[in-house]
């Protein structure tokens, strides 16, 4: 019996070009002994289409664009994601949604595909919302005590009636240099550094036209180095990976754009500095109840402080993005991911009924 996937990529996020090169990749991994494909592409208008059957890997990522006229209707979504092929009646055994950003990476579709109590690859709604909102997933960590650097976090309404006060907290509390951030979002979006006033003022306005409610962080002078980790109830970690930006901090331009990041796997760190990083992955992993996979990222100071940066639920998932790469190194190759995930998937889902 062949597994039906289908996958979900596209959406209207900043992410979208990325998700279809990941849905491409992923076609090219599936062994077509073992599943049958289905996709579901999501416009950049945020229509949700659905194509035919695939049969094996495709040369473009064009042919995965399908057109507007065959969109699915909001209200027909369910029906849709309870047949796998036109003619039959059958629902698809699991979805891995490839996609990055709000209404994707967020926990809406997770919700979505809950409520129509179908498997999919990946967090749930919990730690898809968690992982998504800098500000929460920062609260957690604390409680768990969490190494991470300092914050404060205002929304639009505050900072609207009392400028000059949010400003002055924001200095009392983190001072310079600081990263001003949207809290809900990723792929570097509407982040920036500021080392005066002038320019906490302009970061701020920046930030809050992607979101009500803003991070300031302390900002620190350190090696980026990402983990991957894999699993349920009892996560695994990849070895490890530098990031090196060549810019000087790792923006959107340098993650999608100029394609001169450097990733250096495994990373040249001690066997300390690793052991500690996995303990804190893991941790981090279960205070948000993590499940399937996140990429875990640190910052590491030159005097061997280790800070929790952030954890990415759908991390970045072409062959060629860290996630992959790291787990590559640490001997599963791309296919073997995937059925991976597609198995803890199938095994979180039996765990909620
Ligand atoms: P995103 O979710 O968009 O990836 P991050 O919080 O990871 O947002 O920030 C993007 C990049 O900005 C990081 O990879 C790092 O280069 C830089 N950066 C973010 N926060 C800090 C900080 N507190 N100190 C130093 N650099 C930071
Ligand atoms: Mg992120
Ligand atoms: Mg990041």
Known sequence: MKTKLCLLYGGKSAEHKVSLQTAKAVIGALDADKFDVFPIYI?????????????????????LEYKEGEAIAPNALSTTLSTANSTGSESYDVIFPLL???NGEDGTVQGMLDLLNLPYVGNGVLSSAAGMDKVIMKNL?????????????????????????????????????????????????????????EELAVAFKEAF????????????KAREIELGVLGNDDPQCSVAGEIVPKKDFYDYKAKYEDGDTA???PAEISEGIYEKMKEIAIDSFKALDCS????????????????????????????????????????????????????LALERHEDKQ
Not at 174 to 182: D, R
Not at 209 to 220: C, H
Not at 300 to 307: A, F, H, N
């Open 43 to 63: 416009s950049t208008e945020g229509e949700w289409i659905k194509g035919p059957q695939l049969q094996g890997p495709v040369e473009d990522i064009k042919v």
């Open 100 to 102: 990055h950003g709000p």
């Open 141 to 197: 960590f604390a409680q768990a005590g969490i190494p991470q650097v300092d914050y404060v976090w205002f929304t639009r309404r505050t900072w609207e009636k009392e400028e000059d006060q949010a400003y002055e907290i924001a200095e009392k509390e983190i001072g310079y240099p600081c990263f001003v951030k949207p809290a809900n979002l990723g792929s570097s979006v509407g982040i920036s550094k500021c080392t005066n006033r």
């Open 209 to 220: 036209q992607f979101d009500r409610k803003i991070i300031i962080e302390q900002g620190v």
């Open 263 to 265: 990733l250096i796997i």
């Open 292 to 343: 399937g996979l996140v990429r875990a990222d640190f910052f590491l100071t030159e005097d061997g402080q280790i800070y929790m940066n952030e954890v990415n639920t759908m991390p970045g998932f072409t062959p060629f993005s860290m996630f992959p790469l790291l787990w590559k190194h640490t001997g599963v190759e791309y296919p073997q991911l995937i059925e991976k995930l597609v198995t």
